[in-house]
Antibody
Framework: EVQLVESGGGLVQPGGSLRLSCAASGFTVSSYDMHWVRQATGKSLEWVSSFGAAGDTYYADSVRGRFTISRENAKNSLYLQMNSLRAGDTAVYYC??????????????WGQGTMVTVSS | DIVMTQSPATLSVSPGERATLSCRASQSIDTNLAWYQQKAGQAPRLLIYGASTRATGIPARFSGSGSGTEFTLTISSLQSEDFAVYYCQQYNNWPRTWTFGQGTKVENK
């Protein structure tokens, strides 16, 4: 079964750091573009970052310079290192697999999400 | 950046009725438009991509249309399991970014 399972969320103080993990099963992450998307409570979805199959990386302006996306092929996993966290980063963070569908990907497989709360 | 605007914010529909949701892009995105369904407490699910192609396992009552800046998602005969929030997403921007609309909640009338 194709599946994504996120972990690593929690409560962190402003200015702190957190590392999210996304473990994939049923497919090989290195063969796909992989993405992080977040959703604040009651709000819409916001794309955060992408790791291309070729190793290229992309970031939303809101997180560039603070977040780092990475991949570990041996563990078939995707990661998001989040530094200098702010209250506005509070959200459920989803990991998603990319599916080529035109100019770029759409997101065809999603994890269940992990909650990140930034508060003192 | 491309802004996606969905309307209406809330759509009240009875089971068996037709639901029509709209999405507008602030500039042309050709057919690089996807629709997602999200139920309360769940992750989003891909419904439509390429403006009109149903994703794997999506029932035929879901259809998408449009190109350029105007797009529509139609649910031909609403089922109880279709009450949810629906998001459109563009994937045409350069450099590589993705943006979502603010969502349309389909509720039971």
């Amino acid at each position: 079964e194709v599946q994504l399972v996120e972990s690593g969320g929690g409560l962190v103080q402003p200015g702190g750091s957190l590392r999210l993990s996304c473990a994939a099963s049923g497919f090989t992450v290195s063969s796909y573009d992989m993405h992080w998307v977040r959703q604040a409570t009651g709000k819409s979805l916001e794309w955060v970052s992408s790791f291309g199959a070729a190793g290229d990386t992309y970031y939303a302006d809101s997180v560039r310079g603070r977040f780092t996306i990475s991949r570990e092929n041996a563990k078939n996993s995707l990661y998001l290192q989040m530094n200098s966290l702010r209250a506005g980063d509070t959200a459920v963070y989803y990991c998603a697999r990319g599916k080529v569908a035109g100019t770029w990907d759409v997101f065809d497989i999603w994890g269940q999400g992990t909650m990140v709360t930034v508060s003192s | 950046d491309i802004v996606m605007t969905q309307s209406p914010a809330t759509l009240s529909v009875s089971p068996g009725e037709r639901a029509t949701l709209s999405c507008r892009a602030s500039q042309s995105i050709d057919t690089n438009l996807a629709w997602y369904q999200q139920k309360a407490g769940q992750a989003p699910r891909l419904l439509i991509y390429g403006a009109s192609t149903r994703a794997t396992g999506i029932p035929a009552r879901f259809s998408g249309s449009g190109s350029g800046t105007e797009f529509t998602l139609t649910i031909s005969s609403l089922q109880s399991e279709d009450f949810a929030v629906y998001y459109c997403q563009q994937y045409n921007n350069w450099p590589r970014t993705w943006t979502f609309g603010q969502g349309t909640k389909v509720e039971n009338k």
